[in-house]
Nanobody, 123 residues
Framework: QVQLAESGGGLVQAGGSLRLSCAAS????????MGWFRQAPGREREFVAA???????TRYSDSVKGRFTISRDNANTVYLQMNSLKPEDTAVYYC?????????????????WGQGTQVTVSS
């Protein structure tokens, strides 16, 4: 299994920025999708962003499009740059891996998950 470790969460004021990182270790493959999900208290875990193995294709939820940017590097690390943060972005953010070359945007499509990192946006 792939081990994922998120970092970069914290408290930020509305309108501010935060950069999340997710480092993958263990059995990693070059051809897989990496994504970010988030879950707020009392809410279902929801898709935020995903990126293909090559980084050539990305997908975003409508709620974060234009504000968040997902990227990955050659060190098996995926990033989520979050700008113009809103209080409604407050949630635990999870990194995930899907073993497919097709970009996946559903929770059930991902195989491995990190433990999550808390992002809190104050109003």
């Amino acid at each position: 299994q792939v081990q994922l470790a998120e970092s970069g969460g914290g408290l930020v004021q509305a309108g501010g920025s935060l950069r999340l990182s997710c480092a993958a270790s263990g059995r990693t493959f070059s051809s897989y999708t990496m994504g970010w999900f988030r879950q707020a208290p009392g809410r279902e875990r929801e898709f935020v962003a995903a990126i293909s193995w090559s980084g050539g294709r990305t997908r975003y939820s409508d709620s974060v499009k234009g504000r968040f940017t997902i990227s990955r590097d050659n060190a098996n690390t995926v990033y989520l740059q979050m700008n113009s943060l809103k209080p409604e972005d407050t949630a635990v953010y999870y990194c995930a891996v899907a073993h497919t070359v097709v970009v996946v945007t559903t929770v059930t499509g991902f195989d491995s998950w990190g433990q999550g990192t808390q992002v809190t946006v104050s109003s």
